[in-house]
């Protein structure tokens, strides 16, 4: 079931971050993220800036340009745009509030060059780049979960995926019964189904590993699209994608089971079967 409390979807405890290496930022209130080196990426959602981002005609900056994400998520920016400079800067250009929440200071034009920042509290958040402020990019955070049969599934559109406001959306898949060690492989199970008069039609079914961690995973409507999924965002860690022709107003069940911890098979059943509505 969707958990309540006065009205309002219940707040979940962040994941604080854990590095330690932090960026000195433009402006002397802003709270920093981190760039992290290759071996220490605690990001769970990757977000592009753009080869071409500094050009005015080019469609996108920021790829995705609207993400939304349970709190807790640490998204993580790479500068693909080589040999151009820019910066993840909250807020609107040129706004009294730029770069108070996160800014990543000036992002080098070189390979691999990466920021992250955890968004611990739910709403949208705008960023620009103070170099190239012609695109502004959006994060939407959610405290919204559903618990059930062992799992916690946080939702970061809410508890009703509003399909034109949030094309896409992270649901992270957590079970609550077996250890997250961050080391042991964990495969899970995902079929999403469409119900059509409550006779279920089998839009997916892939398997899934982790090591050691909960599932992220990104729903991605795209009408007409047939469904596809890839990821994870990073080598081995990091969100996996389906992108399938969600329908507004439809109900999405989705079975999520563990079948294997450590290669090897789950004597009882850990499965857990979520009903995800859109508008």
């Known amino acids: 079931m969707i958990n309540m409390a006065n009205?309002?979807?219940?707040?979940?405890?962040?994941?604080?971050?854990?590095?330690?290496?932090?960026?000195?930022?433009?402006?002397?209130?802003?709270?920093?993220?981190?760039?992290?080196?290759?071996?220490h990426i605690d990001a769970t959602y990757a977000v592009s800036i753009v080869p071409g981002a500094a050009q005015?005609?080019?469609?996108?900056?920021?790829y995705p340009p609207q993400i939304a994400?349970?709190?807790?998520?640490?998204?993580?920016?790479f500068n693909n745009d080589f040999g151009?400079?820019?910066?993840?800067?909250?807020?609107?250009?040129?706004a009294t509030d730029e770069g108070s929440i996160f800014n990543s200071g000036i992002m080098p034009a070189t390979a691999n060059s990466l920021f992250q920042f955890t968004f611990t509290q739910p709403g949208e958040f705008l960023y620009h780049c103070i170099?190239?402020?012609?695109?502004?990019?959006?994060?939407?955070?959610?405290?919204?979960?559903?618990?059930?049969?062992?799992f916690k599934i946080d939702i970061g559109s809410g508890a009703v995926w509003n399909i034109t406001t949030h094309p896409r959306?992270?649901?992270?898949?957590?079970?609550?019964?077996?250890?997250?060690?961050?080391?042991?492989?964990?495969?899970?199970?995902v079929t999403i189904s469409e119900d059509e008069?409550?006779?279920?039609?089998?839009?997916f079914s892939k398997l899934f590993t982790t090591a050691g961690q909960s599932l992220p995973l990104e729903l991605i409507s795209a009408e007409g699209n047939?469904?596809?999924?890839?990821?994870?965002?990073?080598?081995?860690?990091?969100?996996?994608?389906?992108?399938?022709?969600?329908?507004k107003g439809s109900t999405y069940p989705i079975s999520v089971e563990i079948i294997s911890i450590n290669s090897k098979p789950v004597e009882s059943p850990i499965k857990v079967l979520f009903d995800f509505r859109t508008a």
Do not use: C
Request: charged content about 15%.
């Open 56 to 62: 005015k005609e080019n469609i996108h900056h920021y």
């Open 197 to 203: 008069n409550n006779n279920d039609k089998i839009l």
């Open 7 to 39: 009205n309002q979807i219940l707040l979940i405890l962040p994941i604080l971050l854990a590095l330690t290496i932090h960026v000195a930022t433009t402006e002397a209130f802003a709270q920093p993220g981190s760039i992290p080196t290759l071996q």
């Open 131 to 150: 170099i190239h402020p012609w695109r502004v990019g959006a994060v939407t955070a959610s405290d919204a979960f559903f618990t059930g049969e062992g």
């Open 169 to 189: 959306v992270l649901l992270d898949i957590e079970p609550q019964t077996i250890p997250l060690d961050r080391t042991t492989p964990i495969t899970y199970n």
């Open 226 to 247: 047939e469904t596809i999924s890839y990821g994870p965002d990073f080598s081995s860690t990091g969100a996996y994608h389906v992108q399938s022709d969600f329908k």
């Open 84 to 94: 151009q400079p820019h910066t993840v800067t909250s807020g609107q250009p040129k």
């Open 69 to 77: 994400v349970p709190t807790g998520t640490t998204v993580g920016w």
